[in-house]
């Protein structure tokens, strides 16, 4: 059982959900990326998704957009990801990461040799924005030989058939789009979010977590009711842009530390127990 599963049961356990927080590796400096990862887990990160720069991220929107190149203008690529992660591992071994990014680099570096490379380097699970479940049994297949988590996208979109698909490849969770667009767009309807969450719960048997539009801690709390996961992206890459030297840490870590509150306080609420840091 790989670490993405158990930090699911445990959370389960504790009739809580996950908290996943999204970071572009190398933005805004290379140097920041391990200690901002720390700032996260401190907060009540439970799985942290590590986002790989790509010159056409064509599912992000402009703020993310705007992550990746200021980390490619740093020179930051796949193996200087890999290497991060690595260096995060030193210091914590139990948080899973997730790689988020774009088939162009890891068909660069061949597939068998990027699942061989995250593996060392201490990654726990891929999402492959642009490969579509019919053209990824080769990822998923040489990822989970080495223990590693294949994780798909489904959106509002998605057919029945495409779910199923989905269901028979993932493992980790799947990660739901709760909205039409990009990364930061709209504003997100939890009621549609609820409707649809059930459908694929039906036809798959991993968790679900649910991204973009999760800008606070009354959204996280809302979908977390309904949700086996929240992912935070955008909101948290806005904070790091717009923090003065130095302070990106402690932005990031004062912003998804009141998410975890926020979701938490709804658990325990529920009757789940309380989170201690």
């Not at 504790?14 to 720390?38: N, W, Y």
């Not at 086996?228 to 904070?239: C, F, K, Q, T």
């Not at 990031?252 to 325990?268: E, H, P, Q, S, T």
Request: proline share 5%; charged share 20%; aromatic share 6%.
């Amino acid at each position: 059982m790989g670490k993405i599963t158990e930090t699911f049961e445990r959370l389960q356990a504790r009739g809580r959900k996950a908290l996943i927080p999204f970071i572009t590796a190398g933005d805004p400096d290379p140097a920041l990326t391990v200690p901002l990862m720390h700032a996260l887990v401190r907060a009540g990160a439970d799985i942290i998704e590590l986002g790989v720069p790509f010159s056409d991220p064509m599912a992000d929107g402009p703020t993310i957009q705007r992550a990746s190149e200021r980390a490619l203008a740093r020179g930051v690529n796949l193996r200087q990801v890999l290497a991060l992660v690595a260096a995060f591992r030193a210091d914590d071994r139990q948080t899973p990461v997730v790689l988020m990014g774009y088939a162009n680099p890891i068909e660069a570096m061949g597939i068998a040799a990027f699942a061989a490379a995250a593996g060392t380097a201490g990654v726990d699970g891929v999402l492959v924005v642009d490969y579509p479940p019919e053209e990824s049994s080769e990822l998923a297949d040489a990822l989970q030989r080495r223990a590693l988590d294949p994780i798909f996208l489904l959106a509002p979109t998605s057919s029945d058939a495409r779910i199923t698909e989905v269901g028979a490849l993932a493992s980790g969770y799947i990660y739901y789009v709760s909205l039409k667009g990009v990364t930061g767009s709209a504003a997100l309807d939890v009621a549609a979010v609820a409707a649809r969450i059930p459908e694929i719960r039906a036809r798959t048997g991993v968790p679900v977590g649910v991204g973009f539009g999760i800008r606070d801690a009354a959204t996280a709390a809302a979908v977390a009711g309904v949700a086996d996961a929240v992912v935070v992206g955008s909101r948290i890459i806005e904070e790091i842009e717009h923090s003065a030297s130095g302070e990106a840490c402690e932005k990031v870590f004062a912003l998804l530390a009141g998410i975890r509150r926020g979701m938490d306080a709804a658990a325990v609420a529920a009757g789940g127990q309380e989170w201690v840091g």
